[in-house]
């Protein structure tokens, strides 16, 4: 899906779909940091 669908599904603005995308890609990031390097 796209970021404009998700945003119409959701009833959020496109660039609140954004930017909640980027924290959970941060937070994935970090917890595979994590767990390569306990």
Not at 4 to 24: F, N, P, W, Y
Request: hydrophobic share 40%; net charge positive.
């Amino acid at each position: 899906m796209t970021m404009k669908e998700i945003a119409q599904i959701l009833d959020i603005s496109e660039s609140r779909v954004c930017q909640l995308h980027g924290r959970a890609l941060g937070r994935l990031r970090a917890r595979l940091a994590r767990e390569r390097n306990p």
